[in-house]
């Protein structure tokens, strides 16, 4: 860890920047050419100088202070403890010749939050130009490239950005006509947007049940549900995990459905080799910023059909026409992206193999760590390739899982249960006509647990697990 918390003084302030975000820690140790260290600087200290119109690319030695806090190998704990204060929670601990061995952290409020986007690419690079380019509302060539590449990412040939993950499943359902007495299929395990994105729609949703081994929505389930009344079915890959696409698609087809791939937690996922949100009429994700790469807020409908492209474009941007502008032809919406969120969306995106593969390393790590007679982690089933968004695991029912919970949290770290199932909330307990025996069960058991594409803190996160 200490090779992340060193510059050299002729580092440039974007170099610094760089490793700062890299170690989470906020601050960096400056050495001069003969490795020995001559400052601190902080991303408090490089935001100030940039105020004051230091550039990026000038040397960091522009802004080291004099006056910093280190400590020696021959100092205490209670020595170290001294000279902590309210400004200084992270120290240098040099040796003899004045070269950095390790630090000193105060980490009595250490807090590890379930989730923490990672900017080390090019977002800061991008974001820069799209600023200064003044193209900074929702057109811009970042918005472009953005919606073009992820479509590739997804084998598909449209992406259309938005606003948010649920204004992609709103827009998605407008698009394919579903109206007032239409009845969407949902599943009862997922996050409230999906049902809430079916009322927005003036339809009525139907939940149903999950697998046991997937967690995701179960297809005999579905053709259960189906009535008359039926016109589309929206499957989510849970948390990372992928739906039987080939039974779901063997649904659409036997009954003429629309289907709606709600595939907000599961960017990059396959089944039998295609990836998630090319199967349906329409995919969704959602790039909030505990998602696999993230725009902070934002949102990305893709599909395979040229017709439903410009019909969600047109429902985007208010329903103006494309050919007569200010000229309104449907009711729409402003779901529209920004310019500088689709400037760190790209960035992300260049990423996202990277990202995968860290994320599945903090997996691994939890696995090591968690006893396999109490934790039961997501399966890898047959034809689904899944990825991880969150780890999530089973607890097991001899274990309080709040209390198990709450014990993490006082020691920072900031697990989550499950989604409640939808049908346990008064506001759509109508919608479920049958009792989910799997969803309920799953969510009084799962637990999210804190994943980082960065690997921040892993050892840190070690310690207390194994405690």
Not at 191 to 212: C, Q, R
Not at 292 to 310: A, F, P, Q, R
């Amino acid at each position: 860890m200490i090779d992340k918390m060193t510059c050299h003084v002729k580092d440039s302030l974007l170099t610094v920047l760089k490793v700062i975000d890299l170690n989470a820690k906020g601050i960096i140790f400056v050495l001069d050419n003969e490795d020995k260290l001559c400052g601190t600087v902080t991303d408090g200290d490089i935001r100030r100088a940039l105020l004051n119109d230091i550039k990026l690319d000038e040397s960091i030695e522009n802004i080291i202070s004099d006056d910093f806090v280190y400590a020696t190998t021959n100092d205490d704990y209670e020595s170290m403890i001294k000279k902590i204060s309210y400004k200084v929670k992270i120290i240098p601990i040099i040796n003899d010749n004045k070269e950095v061995v390790d630090y000193f952290e105060y980490n009595q409020n250490m807090y590890f939050p379930v989730a923490i986007p990672n900017l080390n690419g090019n977002e800061f690079k991008y974001l820069t130009d799209a600023l200064l380019s003044t193209w900074i509302s929702s057109s811009g060539e970042y918005i472009n490239k953005f919606e073009n590449n992820f479509a590739s990412y997804c084998d598909v040939k449209h992406g259309i950005s938005c606003s948010n993950g649920t204004a992609a499943l709103h827009l998605a359902l407008m698009a394919i006509d579903i109206k007032n007495g239409d009845e969407v299929i949902v599943p009862d395990l997922t996050f409230a947007a999906t049902i809430n994105a079916v009322l927005h729609a003036n339809a009525t949703p139907v939940i149903v049940d999950v697998e046991e081994d997937s967690w995701c929505i179960d297809p005999n389930e579905i053709e259960k549900a189906i009535t008359s009344k039926t016109k589309a079915i929206i499957p989510v890959h849970l948390y990372g995990q992928v739906c039987d696409m080939g039974a779901i698609m063997n649904l659409t087809k036997k009954y003429n459905l629309k289907m709606i791939e709600d595939c907000a937690e599961a960017h990059g996922a396959m089944y039998d080799g295609k990836k998630v949100g090319s199967f349906g009429d329409i995919g969704c994700f959602s790039f909030y910023g505990n998602k696999v790469i993230t725009t902070g807020e934002g949102g990305m409908c893709v599909t395979n059909s040229s017709n439903l492209d410009e019909k969600i474009r047109i429902l985007r941007d208010h329903g103006m026409s494309k050919t007569k502008r200010y000229w309104h032809d449907v009711v729409g919406y402003n779901y529209r992206l920004t310019n500088l969120q689709a400037a760190i969306g790209l960035a992300q995106l260049e990423r996202i193999d990277e990202i995968h593969k860290n994320r599945r390393k903090y997996e691994e790590l939890y696995k090591q760590i968690l006893d396999s007679n109490k934790f039961i982690f997501q399966e890898d089933l047959d034809s689904r390739i899944r990825i991880t968004w969150l780890v999530s695991v089973l607890i097991d029912k001899q274990i309080d899982r709040n209390e198990y919970i709450n014990n993490l949290k006082e020691k920072g770290v900031d697990a989550r249960a499950f989604f409640y199932p939808l049908s346990a909330m008064p506001i759509y307990k109508k919608y479920c006509k049958t009792y989910t025996q799997v969803s309920h069960k799953l969510s009084q058991r799962g637990i999210n647990l804190p994943t980082y594409e960065s690997l921040k803190s892993a050892d840190e996160i070690k310690v207390i697990l194994e405690d």
